[in-house]
């Protein structure tokens, strides 16, 4: 008799016919996704797509610190210190307010905020071309599907912020993260 191991549990179970080749054929379509953002980011930016992201996260909440600007971005303290660095040689972010050098709060500059709106448009315009081959009911279809996706990766705030760390906020009217976050906060409190 063959007993079940510790880690059995956890292991997935025998995918569904078709499942395998929907699983392998997203995981295809993320990476293409993945690399056309990044080609079209990296453009505008000229780095890589952390500074891109800490872009965004610094615009979505002004006066974050390093430490709340590098969890989203998943650095580690070092690494979003030389980020900010840079982005403060290039004149897109200012560092700012009380609390010593680790409490400086961040908030990009006028340059910082045109780099940032043409980072997004950038960004906006290549995952467009990727959808250009669907019709507009398949597009609204996959919209509806990746909002329901995105929703049951969301457990707490972190979730979120490492989620739309890229996100362009004010084309997604009803973010589906952040609804599901709601939720779960409702549901706690």
């Known amino acids: 008799?063959?007993?079940?191991?510790?880690?059995?549990?956890?292991?997935p179970s025998k995918p569904v016919a078709g499942q395998c080749r929907t699983?392998?054929?997203?995981?295809?379509?993320?990476?293409?996704?993945?690399?056309?953002?990044?080609?079209?980011t990296r453009a505008v930016v000229g780095q890589s797509g952390a500074a891109a992201a800490a872009l965004v996260v610094i615009a979505a909440a002004p006066n974050?610190?390093?430490?709340?600007?590098?969890?989203?971005?998943?650095?580690?303290?070092?690494?979003?210190?030389?980020?900010?660095?840079?982005?403060?040689e290039a004149?897109?972010?200012v560092r700012g307010g009380p609390g010593g050098r680790r409490g400086l709060q961040l908030r990009l500059t006028t340059a910082g905020r045109r780099v940032f709106d043409e980072l997004l448009a950038a960004r906006r315009a290549a995952l467009t071309e990727l959808l250009e081959p669907l019709p507009g009911r398949?597009?609204?279809?996959?919209?509806?599907?990746?909002?329901?996706?995105?929703?049951?990766?969301?457990?707490?705030?972190?979730?979120?912020?490492?989620?739309?760390?890229?996100?362009?906020?004010r084309s997604c009217d009803r973010c589906p993260v952040g609804h599901a976050l709601?939720?779960?906060l409702d549901s706690s409190g």
């Not at 430490?67 to 660095?85: D, F, H, M, N, Y």
């Not at 329901?148 to 906020?169: F, M, S």
């Open 1 to 11: 008799m063959h007993s079940m191991g510790r880690g059995a549990a956890n292991q």
């Open 182 to 184: 709601d939720k779960i």
């Open 138 to 169: 398949q597009r609204q279809d996959l919209s509806d599907l990746l909002e329901t996706l995105l929703a049951t990766r969301v457990h707490d705030r972190a979730d979120l912020e490492r989620l739309c760390r890229l996100c362009e906020r």
């Open 91 to 93: 004149g897109w972010v």
């Open 23 to 40: 699983a392998n054929l997203l995981g295809a379509l993320a990476l293409e996704a993945v690399r056309v953002q990044e080609t079209a």
């Open 64 to 88: 974050r610190t390093i430490e709340q600007l590098r969890k989203p971005l998943g650095l580690t303290q070092p690494g979003a210190a030389r980020l900010v660095e840079r982005l403060v």
